[in-house]
């Protein structure tokens, strides 16, 4: 029988702070009908002083645990998709292993930014196909808001905080059906986040937030998500109307909108959760899959699509028989 990786768990967390468009109307030069007419946005959660992404990693992985009914310490691989770690290392994967109280497991970071639980995902699922692990955690959790430039109205009114987990297991049934993850570092200047303290000289002066040409970032990722849904769709041999659930990263409702309709889907059949989370990056997708699996929306056997876009430009998707 061929070895395939079933979702047995999940779980997500997201700071108690809400900070509203009208908050950030005091900070910039903007306003409520602006960002949610051209975002979608209304709210966000802004993390505590205390919280990191290994903490709030921590409270998702346990609701994930919980949920599959497994002792953490059966968990082969940890894999925490991040671009705001704790520390530059150890990586948030190994802090997250200690707090989890595991001893023996493997455990890593994947930097491919909003797209990182998907990389995360694709790499667990060659694990498990490949009899490497039997029991794989994912985690998403990001504090974007430590990395914004609060005075730049470009980024600021996106951005939130929070952690999303899911738990693979090995299984003889069809469970991810096929991942599809692909990056192109030419684009780089359009979205980044500079890290000063080991820039060149000549870089020294940039600050560490995030920047972005959001525009063209835009333009870019309503077409490749386009692309990514017929690669996804033809490895498969299914059509359009074969898939129950589209979870996509939560950056922007029109490109959210634009897949959506490529696919011939009803909003309806859309995760949304991007009004009162904004874009928490590489949390965002499993944050969406958590809610939808726990508020009885996502049933056993139904296809799921999740796919998600982020700096690099990296891009990916999963495909699922939940
Ligand atoms: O998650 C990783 C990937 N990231 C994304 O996918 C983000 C993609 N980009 C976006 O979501 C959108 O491009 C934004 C929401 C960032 C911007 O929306 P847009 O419709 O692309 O606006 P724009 O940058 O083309 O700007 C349109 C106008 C400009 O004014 P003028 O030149 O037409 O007078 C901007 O200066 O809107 C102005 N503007 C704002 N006005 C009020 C830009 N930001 C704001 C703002 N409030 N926050």
């Given at each position: 029988m061929k070895r395939c990786a079933r979702v047995i768990g999940s779980g997500g967390y997201l700071p108690e702070t809400i900070r509203t468009n009208e908050d950030i109307s005091k900070l910039v030069d903007t306003s409520d009908s602006w960002i949610v007419e051209r975002t979608g946005i209304k709210t966000r959660r802004i993390a505590g002083e205390d919280e990191t992404a290994a903490s709030m990693a921590e409270i998702a992985a346990r609701q994930a645990i919980e949920m599959a009914s497994?002792?953490?310490?059966?968990?082969?691989l940890i894999i925490v998709a991040t671009g705001s770690p704790d520390r530059v290392y150890p990586s948030t994967g190994c802090i997250l292993q200690h707090r989890l109280e595991i001893q023996q497991c493997v455990a890593f970071d994947v930097q491919a930014a909003c797209s990182g639980s998907i990389f995360a995902m694709s790499i667990a699922d060659q694990y498990i196909k490949t009899g490497a692990a039997d029991k794989v955690l994912i985690i998403g959790s990001e504090i974007c808001s430590r990395l914004i430039?609060?005075?730049?109205r470009g980024t600021c009114i996106l951005f939130g905080d929070g952690a999303g987990a899911v738990l693979l297991e090995s299984t003889d049934e069809p469970g991810i059906l096929s991942t599809h993850i692909h990056s192109d570092g030419?684009?780089?200047?359009l979205l980044y986040c500079p890290n000063p303290q080991v820039a060149t000289a000549s870089a020294?002066?940039?600050?560490?937030v995030i920047t972005m040409k959001g525009n063209e970032v835009f333009k870019v990722a309503v077409n490749t998500l386009g692309r990514i849904v017929d690669e996804t769709l033809a490895t498969n041999n299914l059509d359009k109307s074969d898939i129950d659930w589209l979870v996509p990263h939560q950056a922007n409702t029109r490109i959210i909108a634009a897949t959506a309709r490529k696919l011939k889907m009803?909003?309806?059949?859309v995760v949304l959760t991007l009004e009162n989370q904004g874009n928490t990056s590489s949390a965002s997708v499993l944050l969406a899959f958590n809610e939808a699996i726990r508020d009885g929306r996502i049933k056993r056997d139904q296809i799921v699509l999740l796919e998600a876009f982020g700096a690099g430009f990296t891009w990916g998707s999963a495909l699922i028989k939940y």
């Amino acid at each position: 029988m061929k070895r395939c990786a079933r979702v047995i768990g999940s779980g997500g967390y997201l700071p108690e702070t809400i900070r509203t468009n009208e908050d950030i109307s005091k900070l910039v030069d903007t306003s409520d009908s602006w960002i949610v007419e051209r975002t979608g946005i209304k709210t966000r959660r802004i993390a505590g002083e205390d919280e990191t992404a290994a903490s709030m990693a921590e409270i998702a992985a346990r609701q994930a645990i919980e949920m599959a009914s497994i002792e953490a310490g059966e968990i082969d691989l940890i894999i925490v998709a991040t671009g705001s770690p704790d520390r530059v290392y150890p990586s948030t994967g190994c802090i997250l292993q200690h707090r989890l109280e595991i001893q023996q497991c493997v455990a890593f970071d994947v930097q491919a930014a909003c797209s990182g639980s998907i990389f995360a995902m694709s790499i667990a699922d060659q694990y498990i196909k490949t009899g490497a692990a039997d029991k794989v955690l994912i985690i998403g959790s990001e504090i974007c808001s430590r990395l914004i430039d609060w005075t730049d109205r470009g980024t600021c009114i996106l951005f939130g905080d929070g952690a999303g987990a899911v738990l693979l297991e090995s299984t003889d049934e069809p469970g991810i059906l096929s991942t599809h993850i692909h990056s192109d570092g030419g684009f780089e200047d359009l979205l980044y986040c500079p890290n000063p303290q080991v820039a060149t000289a000549s870089a020294k002066d940039e600050k560490g937030v995030i920047t972005m040409k959001g525009n063209e970032v835009f333009k870019v990722a309503v077409n490749t998500l386009g692309r990514i849904v017929d690669e996804t769709l033809a490895t498969n041999n299914l059509d359009k109307s074969d898939i129950d659930w589209l979870v996509p990263h939560q950056a922007n409702t029109r490109i959210i909108a634009a897949t959506a309709r490529k696919l011939k889907m009803s909003m309806d059949q859309v995760v949304l959760t991007l009004e009162n989370q904004g874009n928490t990056s590489s949390a965002s997708v499993l944050l969406a899959f958590n809610e939808a699996i726990r508020d009885g929306r996502i049933k056993r056997d139904q296809i799921v699509l999740l796919e998600a876009f982020g700096a690099g430009f990296t891009w990916g998707s999963a495909l699922i028989k939940y």
